[in-house]
Each structure stands twice: as structure tokens, then as C-alpha cells.
């Protein structure tokens, strides 16, 4: 089965309007594949073949074959310069297509603004892997106050164990959940934790750490980031070297915190709240915790963490697509919540995330009455919807108007895009 990416029909947009589109992500996510849907002439620069030849001899990329297909062009950086100069002077639209899985240390980026748009492909969403039963759009939750539904979900418990640990990526799918932990992802974790002299400091830069620092932000996922308390289990010395060793996850979109929503508070302490730890696919803490099916039913804690970062992953594309932000609330109280997801009109939406229980449904509902006495009276009147997202059961809207989703009723709309 082919999936269809929702980020497809922007692509294609953007090709008709500027010179070059750059799509960004992490290894075995379905860059390649989804831009060879629109190429009709590439250059593969993991080949070394191909990428000593345009060492030589940058300009064979002007193939008039357009869009060209320029994949993983981290492996020659100064690419970006004649791809900018083809751009320029040929002044076509959709000449490139980019991909990259790494964000080189020091690139020449500013060359490409006006000509190239850059985005991100991230592993797949419930939506795109087609488990998502459609019914709660949330699209409309961004858009509508009066938005209501009345549905329950067929998924189990069991579903979203088995989404966490296989993940979203494209060619493993299909296989069993035991060979895509054992084969395919810790052969992955093998590549992200081996020092590639190209693209990071090796004279800073221990193996062993690396994969140790992976390792705790694991289980830190859905916690602020503590990095003196994260440096000394990992054995790292200081903390410039913790940032040093942090950027090179960051750069390949293995760590993706969520930052706080730093404004429209009534108290300006939640400036200094730090980051919330979040990984780009559940399967990688997955894969280097060896967490498996029995593991994790015994450490339904740690499951709920889990739960909380595959939705944050959904979330937080479902966001990009609209060109919204997203964030987390919390202030000097201690108050706070999950996920806020911010338009660029200034309306907003807010989400807890619960496993499950009544009990933490009734809890989500309590704090996110609270949020009024938290924002000042004009941010607050901007506020679109209230959502609890849990994992099983019915996803309607309560009767204080908060609406209780069930996450695999929820859905993006690409109609709209």
C-alpha cells in the first residue's frame, strides 16, 4: 500500500510558486519517496559517485529535466550555492527539489531565502498510516467553537502499543512488531549514535555518551528538560558539551522538545520555564529502552509518556500543515498544560492528554477550567476549544464544553490544504 502523505499537496503548491523546496526530516521517514512523485531528473549525493562528479562540476544540475531531485544534499553543502544561481538565473519555478536528514553545523542558508521553501517530513501520523477512524477533524477544532461530534472508537489499548513501539515509519509497517525493534530500528540507532566526522565536533563527541544521553531523554519524555541532573547520569562534564551532544539529535530530528507558551500570561515568570522533552518517534526510546509489549503493561506510567509523545507527534504536524505553533503551558505554580496550538491569528486550542481512567478525565476538565484566571482577558477571548485527547472510549463533547477525543478518532482534513 502506498501512503499518501499530507504534506503531498502543499509540496506541489509550492513548486508552482518559487524556485526550489527544501523537505527535511529524519532518516527512513519518506522524504525520498514522496519527492520522486514529483521529480523528473535527480542526483543522489549518498553515492559517492555521484557526489564526487558534482564536486567537479556543479552545474550538470541545470538539467532542464525540472523539477531536479537533489537528495540528501547535506553531503555537499555548497550545493545550495549553485542550486541558488540556477534559481536566479533561469527564474523558473519548481526547478528543485532538496532532502536532507541532517542539518549540517554550518550551512549557507541564507543564500536560499526567496528561492527555497523548507519543510519538514516527519514519520507518519495515525491519519497517513490510515488507523485513524476519521470522525473528529482537526482542522475544525482549530476553527470552530461550536464544533460537536458523538462517536467511539474501535481502537484498543493494544493499537496504540503497537503504534508506539513499530512507529510511523513507511517501510516497516507492514512487518512484525519483534523484527522491526530488533532489526531495523536498532540498526538506526546504530547510525544516530556513530559519530559522522562531516557533520559534528568528534573531538567533543563520545559514542558511548551519545547513546546515553539518547537513552535518558528517553525517559524523560513528556518532563522539562534537567540538564545538569540529565549531563550527570550520561557522564557528560559541563553543560556547553550536554548542548554540543543535545544538537546533534536535535539536528537529525531525534529530540524535539516542546517549548512554553511564553506569552500572554498574567505572570511573566513562564519565560524561564524550561523545554519539555519529546522524541521524534515513540519506536526510537522504544528500540534503545528495549521496551516491549510485556515491558510496558507493567509500567503503565511510563506508557502514559509514551502515549503523550505519539500524540505530541501528530500534533505538531497536523500544526506545521496549518502554519500554526505549538507549545506547552505552564506557569510558576506549577499549572499546567500539555499542548497548545496557536493559529496565526492569535486564536488558539489547547490539549491535555490522558491515557485514559475517568478519573484523569475529570482531572483534565478541572485544569482546563482553569485556564481563564491564568491568560489576560483578551488572549483568553481567543481561545477556539478546550480538548482532553485520551486513548479508548467515546470522544464527544462534554456538557462544560471541553471535548473528550478518543485519538484514534482524530484526523487532518488534506482536503483543505
Known sequence: MEFERLVAKKLEKWLNLIGGVCVDGPKNCGKTTLCKKFAKSSFYLNDENTKRTLEINQKVINTNLYPTLIDEWQYLPSIIN???????????????????????????????VGRIIYCT???????????????????????????????VSKLTLDNYIDCIIKGGWPETFYNNIDDVQENLLNSYLVSITRIDKQFDDTNRINSSKLANLLSSLSRFIGNQLNASKIANECGIADLRTFDTYLNIFSRRFIYEPLQVWKNHFRSSIATRIKEKCYIGDTSIACA???VTKKKILNDFNYLGFLFENLVIHDLRIYAELINASISYIRDETGYEIDC???????????????????????????NLNKLESKLTEDKYKKLISKNIIVATGFSYR??????????????FDSTIL
Not at 532538496?98 to 542558508?109: E, F, G, H, V, Y
Not at 491569528?345 to 478541572?366: H, Q, Y
Not at 462534554?398 to 484526523?411: C, M, R, V
Open 121 to 151: 517530513l516527519r514519520t507518519m501520523t495515525l491519519t497517513e498510516m490510515r488507523i485513524s477512524q476519521m470522525k473528529v477533524s482537526f482542522n475544525k477544532l482549530m476553527n470552530e467553537k461550536e464544533y460537536s461530534f458523538n462517536c
Open 340 to 366: 497548545v496550538i496557536e493559529n496565526r491569528d492569535g486564536t488558539f486550542a489547547v490539549f491535555e492528554i490522558k491515557l485514559g481512567s475517568k478519573e484523569g478525565i475529570e482531572t483534565g476538565i478541572k
Open 82 to 112: 549553485q542550486v541558488k544561481l540556477s534559481i536566479d538565473n533561469q527564474k523558473q519555478k519548481g526547478m528543485f527539489l532538496l532532502t536532507s536528514s541532517i542539518i549540517p553545523i554550518a550551512t549557507n542558508l541564507d543564500v536560499s
Open 288 to 290: 534503545i529502552l528495549g
Open 398 to 411: 462534554h456538557e462544560s464544553g471541553i471535548n473528550i477525543i478518543a485519538f484514534g478518532d482524530l484526523f
